[in-house]
């Protein structure tokens, strides 16, 4: 089939492109701009890609099927061609579900937090076990070095995003993911463009559990309380997990948090099951895993193979990532960017890097982000952090002015609760104040969930010229 994906360029559609041609497709598509490394995988995928948008694109490639992903506007005017010509249309969640999984075992992991790492983690895990999953994942899982994979065998693992699929349908994407078995991370508010307050925003969650066949199966998160209710729509069984406590079906007991990782003990309703050790830092990831193990153990997985690829898990690009070291100071790349990311990250790196002064360098760029709905949670979010560097957001003229969080006022009441913070207008001025004063031994964590200027390698840069 020829398929034209518009809106080709982002992390998920990407992916989505890359799978459709390992699929054995013919597949082009289009986006505003395309830049590196998207537009370097496009490549070597041998996928057309036309920039800007403009209607003689579609001249170029015969289509059968365009694509529509959800950056797309009604009044795109790619999308007004596809309509105008009667070409066939579908969001990139509904395509997914009519191409793969129809006939595959989906296994989806949805929530607020840590659905990148804990897909990854999963599908390495049953990749490991010989079960030979595809993936498709809105992020680089090391393992695999793409954020797709096409397996042969019957599970198909799927970040499940509760986002909007396309400007014709409002949805959360995850309900066209045909759920049989997932893993629910727990939900705090987010995405506040679409979602209009918290009921509405659990409401998609409930939607997704309504969807489990009775057959089928889930894990639950129980960090958060509003689990109850989201749950209630179930027909599915559920087993329950948390890293808090061992209240849960399943717990993590004797946990030591070290340069390596994680080393703890998995035990179901009280009984011991086996000690793993997982390469990932941090309590957030210990209960990633903890999701991960319930679904494997449901799937028929046998302790030791569980453990056996937690083991061999290399984590996922910008998922606490080492960057570059010079002159003996880190630079560690995260996505984080909601107060509980942010807490739990830097408590996470501190705990890798145990006697080391860890500098936290956050730019609050999401679309919940840059409101202010969690101003006063930030400024107790960056405890651990030897010192903070908030960043005025390059986007912030998309808010309301109403609505905008201060970041000014932000990095001052994260001093006043006793964290040393200062603000700085972007990352130009950042890497000129870090490259100065940074020493030997400093770890300099900074948290995005955007490019943020290229400061990874700015600072990496002047980092290496002060030698």
Known sequence: ?????????????????????????????????????????????????????????????????????????????????????????????????????????SVV?????????????????????????????????????????????????????????????????????????????????????????????????????????????AAVCTTFDNYRKIIQP??????????????ADWSARWIQLGPQGANFEVAFRGKAEIRVMLPSAGRHNI??????????????????????????????RRRQELRGEQGGVSVIDDFAHHPTAVRETIAAVVAQHPGQRVVAVFEPRSSTAMRKIHQDEYAHAFNGAAEVVISQPSAIAKVPEAERIDAKKLAQDIDAAGTKARWMDGPDAIVKALASEARAGDVILVMSNGAFGGIHEKLLKALAARA
């Not at 990139?92 to 999984?101: N, R, V």
């Not at 045909?178 to 995405?191: L, N, Q, S, V």
């Open 1 to 105: 089939m020829r398929i034209y994906l518009l809106g080709i360029a982002g992390t998920g559609m990407g992916s989505f492109a890359g799978l459709l041609r390992a699929a054995g497709h013919e597949v082009a598509g289009s986006d505003e701009n395309v830049y590196p490394p998207m537009s370097e995988k496009l490549a070597e995928w041998k996928i057309t890609t036309y920039t800007p948008y403009a209607a003689a694109n579609l001249d170029k490639a015969k289509i059968d099927l365009a694509v529509i992903g959800n950056v797309i506007r009604a009044d795109n005017v790619e999308a007004r061609a596809v309509r105008r010509r009667g070409i066939p249309q579908m969001s990139f969640p509904e395509a997914l579900e009519e191409l793969f999984l129809q006939t595959r075992h």
């Open 109 to 217: 992991v949805a929530g607020t937090h840590g659905k990148t790492t804990t897909t990854s983690l999963l599908a390495q895990v049953l990749a490991h076990a010989g079960r030979d999953p595809s993936l498709l994942v809105g992020g680089v899982p090391l393992n695999f070095n793409e954020g797709f994979r096409l397996g042969k065998g019957d599970h198909f693992v799927i970040e499940g995003d509760e986002y909007d699929t396309a400007y014709f349908d409002k949805g959360p994407k995850f309900l066209h993911y045909r759920p049989r078995t997932a893993i629910f991370t727990g939900a705090e508010f987010d995405h506040a463009d679409i979602y209009r307050d918290m009921a509405h925003y659990e409401s998609a969650f409930e939607k997704f559990f309504a969807s489990i066949p009775q057959d089928g199966f």
């Open 234 to 247: 179930a027909k599915c069984r559920l087993e329950t997990y948390t890293v808090k406590n061992e209240t």
């Open 287 to 316: 209960e990633n895993a903890l999701g991960v193990y319930a679904v494997c153990r449901a799937l028929g997985l046998p302790p030791n193979q569980i453990a056996s690829g937690f083991a061999s898990f290399r984590g996922v």
